[in-house]
T-cell receptor, first 117, second 112 residues
Framework: DVKVTQSSRYLVKRTGEKVFLECVQD?????MFWYRQDPGLGLRLIYF???????EKGDIPEGYSVSREKKERFSLILESASTNQTSMYLC????????????????FGDGTRLSIL | GNSVTQMEGPVTLSEEAFLTINCTYT??????LFWYVQYPGEGLQLLLK?????DKGSNKGFEATYRKETTSFHLEKGSVQVSDSAVYFC???????????FGTGTRLKVLA
């Protein structure tokens, strides 16, 4: 089974801090994704990476950056945390090297519930 | 652009009742369609998928049929259990893009 592991289940930080959320997958997947989940808004894509060192902005990238130095690890960075970034953050990975393998599902971690005080 | 619309919840049912959660989509071409389930405190798990018109995905007693003529992928289960209480997400993946489009989720509560 695919295992996607997010480093923290719960995290509390203060406004202005630089925050790192880590995600590791064990199935050699090329594609990795970061979402945030808010009530009534579903999942919104922040950033994705289709291969090592490659990244693209999703729908809501403002205030975030990402890093993918190794294939198995995809980090989400909040450059200067703000209270409106309090949310559930979900990481996912997918086994596909191209955008033309649309039938591959995404596999999710258990999420990190981040609170910014 | 691509989009997914699913029925708003919460949906509250008694145990052994029949379940339908509606999902319709807008997409160019022939997307792949998915249902995911999220149990409390967990991430999303793939429940079932269908990759072409008239395909039926099924898993754990849940079924959904890819209907291109009505652009729908409704989730059904003949007899729900308390353990099915969760949030269900419909999603699509379109050719030529890495991005998945998720619906807003439908919360299901099953009462004993």
């Amino acid at each position: 089974d695919v295992k996607v592991t997010q480093s923290s289940r719960y995290l509390v930080k203060r406004t202005g801090e630089k925050v790192f959320l880590e995600c590791v997958q064990d199935m050699d997947h090329e594609n990795m994704f970061w979402y945030r989940q808010d009530p009534g808004l579903g999942l919104r894509l922040i950033y994705f990476s289709y291969d090592v060192k490659m990244k693209e902005k999703g729908d809501i990238p403002e205030g975030y950056s990402v890093s993918r130095e190794k294939k198995e690890r995809f980090s989400l960075i909040l450059e200067s945390a703000s209270t409106n970034q309090t949310s559930m953050y979900l990481c996912a990975s997918r086994d596909s090297g191209t955008a033309y393998d649309s039938n591959q599902p995404q596999h999710f971690g258990d999420g990190t519930r981040l609170s910014i005080l | 652009g691509n989009s997914v619309t699913q029925m708003e919840g919460p949906v509250t049912l008694s145990e052994e009742a029949f379940l339908t959660i509606n999902c319709t989509y807008t997409a160019t071409g022939y997307p792949s369609l998915f249902w995911y389930v999220q149990y409390p405190g967990e991430g999303l798990q793939l429940l079932l998928k269908a990759t072409k018109a008239d395909d039926k995905g099924s898993n754990k007693g849940f079924e959904a049929t890819y209907r291109k003529e009505t652009t729908s992928f409704h989730l059904e289960k003949g007899s729900v259990q308390v353990s099915d209480s969760a949030v269900y997400f419909c999603a699509l993946s379109a050719l030529g893009t890495y991005k998945y489009i998720f619906g807003t989720g439908t919360r299901l509560k099953v009462l004993a």
